[in-house]
Each structure stands twice: as structure tokens, then as C-alpha cells.
């Protein structure tokens, strides 16, 4: 005649009688059974072989805390079920966003695998739950150069714009000049930048490839390292090839940050103001070149945050201030725009 508490609810059993209940060998944790309505005793006990074991814990959410009583078998993924149906919680998982429940500990996030009592969780605990959510990548990119998946974020009007501003965000995450790589469809139809999106079937989540020139892949890796001797290694015996090298191996240690690989294509006359450009053999076709094909390394650095490069290209060239990217923004806007404060202090000092 007992009336069942709100904890016991949540697993649809009868309470547990209190009368066999009893210490559990594990420290914090109660025997319920052997009474066949008790809360736990289908499971049985670790320790006994055949009574079950629970510890009453508290899920704090969204302003309420509730009482939850647990096996020593459950684990964190199942106690999310339990707490979802409690609350009537509405998750979510589709292609363009997830709401998911996160528990955390003592500060700590709990990973789902995770068994509740092997983590030290004690009796009366209180573990916080939040109801988050998150966007998903509209689109992702497997790169063959560093053979890693890139995330693009956005919204599905992102795959109604240009190819063209498409490859300008794939630039900006990867420090590549736009000049230095296509993207192709997962069927191997290649992306040109005059052309929508939409016109080449692409849908949320479908993930494209990043290629560049055969031999290339490991010349572009020596200058992500900052590898000097590397990029050295793989630099083309053509004067016109190689010079276009150079300018893209400055562009990248301007991305990110490898002043010694810097330094030493200074000294080779690479200059931080001149424009990346194109292949030396894809000249012929400029009407369908990309805008971004005349930024410049200094443009990187500023866009990039890099202080102590900017103020290396400026030592080298103090025209490198007032050199203008295809928006017709120099450093110093670039740098504003990006909210990189220290390397606009150091610009404005400069001008």
C-alpha cells in the first residue's frame, strides 16, 4: 500500500520494499530484493550474483532537480533515455542540425560509453543536464593534400551561391590560395567558379574533394610544416613555375605563422606584396579566374592574425601598408574587419 515515488516512475517498477533492503558491498550502493517488486532485483548485484543494486542520484534541468535511482550497470547513455522520457524531451538529428543532451560532473562532460559508478559519481549526487543544439556542416571537403575532411558551416543558401564563394571560404579555413586547388563532385564533375551551386546537384552534407597538381601535395605540406628544406626539395627547375611557388609558399607561412620558411623566401626576392596570381599555365583563361587571385601575403597575415609575420613584410617592404586586395582593402582594414587588435594597433603605429 505504499505509494510509488517519482524516481521509481521513471522505470515503470513497483518501489522496493524496505524492509530486505540492505548494504551493498560496493560503498554508497543498496541491495533491493530478493522481493520480487524490488527496484532492481531482475538485474542482480555484481557482488551477490542475484540481488540488485541502486543509488539514488539528481539530475539538475532547466531550473529542476528530480530524484533518479540507478544500477550500478547503467551507463551515461542510458541514463539520458531515462532522463528524456522523463522531461519529454524532444531530440533532434537530421542532416542540417542536432539537439542533443549533454551531462556533466564535478565540471566534467560525461561521454556516453562511460559506466555511472566507475566515474565516482557518489550517493546523492547531483549531475547537471543541458539541452544543446548545433548546426551541422552544410558541406564538407576531403582535402587529398593533408587527407582530412574540412567542415563547412552555413545554411542551406550556401548551396545557391557561386562556386567562386564557395572556394573562398574553402581558402580561408585551409590557408591555400584559391589558385592552388579545384573541387569536384563526388562523381568527379568538376566545380568552376562562374557556376551555381545548385547546378550540380549537391545536397546537405555531400562531401566534394580538393585536389591540386600531380607532385603538388607535398610541396603544399612542406609549407603547412613550415619546412624549409622541404618545399626547397620541390620547387619546379622552370624559372616561371617556380617563382608562382614561391609566392604561394609565402602566402601560406603568412597563414600560418612560419617565419623561419618566411624569412628565407624573403631573402629570395618573393615580395609580401605581390599577388599570388595563378599557374603560369593557365594564364590563357583569366576571364574565368577567381577575385581572390590577387591577394597578396600580406593580405593573409592581416586576414590570419599573424603579428609577427606582418611585422616581418613590413620591415621588407613598408609597401606592403597601403597594398590593396581585390575588395580594395588594405592590411590595416583587413585586420579591422577580422578583429585581430594587436596587429591592428601595430598597422596603425605604422601608418
Known amino acids: 500500500g505504499q505509494p510509488q515515488t517519482q524516481s521509481h516512475l521513471l522505470l515503470n517498477t513497483p518501489p522496493c520494499t524496505p524492509s530486505p533492503s540492505q548494504p551493498c558491498p560496493v560503498k554508497g550502493w543498496l541491495f533491493c530484493g530478493p522481493d520480487p517488486h524490488s527496484l532492481l532485483s531482475t538485474k542482480g548485484c555484481e557482488h551477490s550474483g542475484k540481488l540488485g543494486c541502486a543509488m539514488r542520484i539528481f539530475v539538475s534541468f532547466e531550473g529542476s532537480c528530480e530524484p533518479f535511482d540507478i544500477s550500478q550497470h547503467q551507463t551515461v547513455r542510458t541514463l539520458k533515455q531515462m532522463i528524456k522520457d522523463f522531461f519529454h524531451i524532444q531530440l533532434l538529428d537530421d542532416k542540417q542540425t542536432r539537439r542533443f543532451l549533454e551531462l556533466s560532473y564535478a565540471g566534467a562532460t560525461l561521454r556516453d560509453s562511460w559506466s555511472l559508478p566507475d566515474i565516482g559519481i557518489a550517493p546523492c549526487s547531483t549531475i547537471r543536464c543541458l539541452l544543446k543544439e548545433e548546426d551541422k556542416p552544410i558541406l564538407y571537403v576531403f582535402s587529398a593534400v593533408t587527407k582530412e575532411t574540412l567542415s563547412v558551416m552555413g545554411t542551406v543558401f550556401l548551396l545557391s551561391t557561386s562556386v567562386s564563394t564557395l572556394r573562398s571560404l574553402v581558402s580561408l579555413q585551409t590557408g ?59 620547387l619546379s627547375e622552370e624559372e616561371l613555375v617556380m617563382r608562382f611557388q614561391q609566392r604561394v609558399a609565402l602566402y601560406i607561412s603568412a597563414c600560418f ?53 606582418l611585422k616581418q613584410f ?38
Open 176 to 234: 591555400l590560395p584559391v589558385s592552388t586547388f579545384r573541387l569536384t563532385t563526388p562523381s568527379g564533375l568538376e566545380l568552376y567558379n562562374c557556376n551555381q551551386l545548385d547546378e550540380y546537384n549537391i545536397g546537405v552534407g555531400a562531401t566534394l574533394r580538393l585536389d591540386t597538381w600531380d607532385g603538388w601535395p607535398e610541396f603544399l605540406r612542406g609549407c603547412f610544416h613550415g619546412h624549409r628544406h622541404i618545399v626547397q626539395r620541390y
Open 257 to 309: 605563422g612560419h617565419l623561419d620558411l618566411a624569412s628565407w623566401l624573403l631573402r629570395k626576392g618573393v615580395r609580401p606584396d605581390e599577388v599570388v596570381g595563378v599557374h603560369p599555365y593557365r594564364q590563357w583563361c583569366r576571364d574565368t579566374d577567381h577575385p581572390e587571385v590577387r591577394k597578396c601575403p600580406v593580405h593573409a597575415a592581416a586576414e590570419s592574425g599573424q603579428l609577427l609575420i
Open 314 to 351: 613590413i620591415s621588407s617592404s613598408v609597401l606592403s601598408l597601403v597594398c590593396q586586395d581585390h575588395h580594395g582593402l588594405k592590411p590595416l582594414q583587413i585586420a579591422i574587419q577580422h578583429r585581430h587588435k594587436e596587429c591592428v594597433h601595430y598597422l596603425t603605429t605604422k601608418l
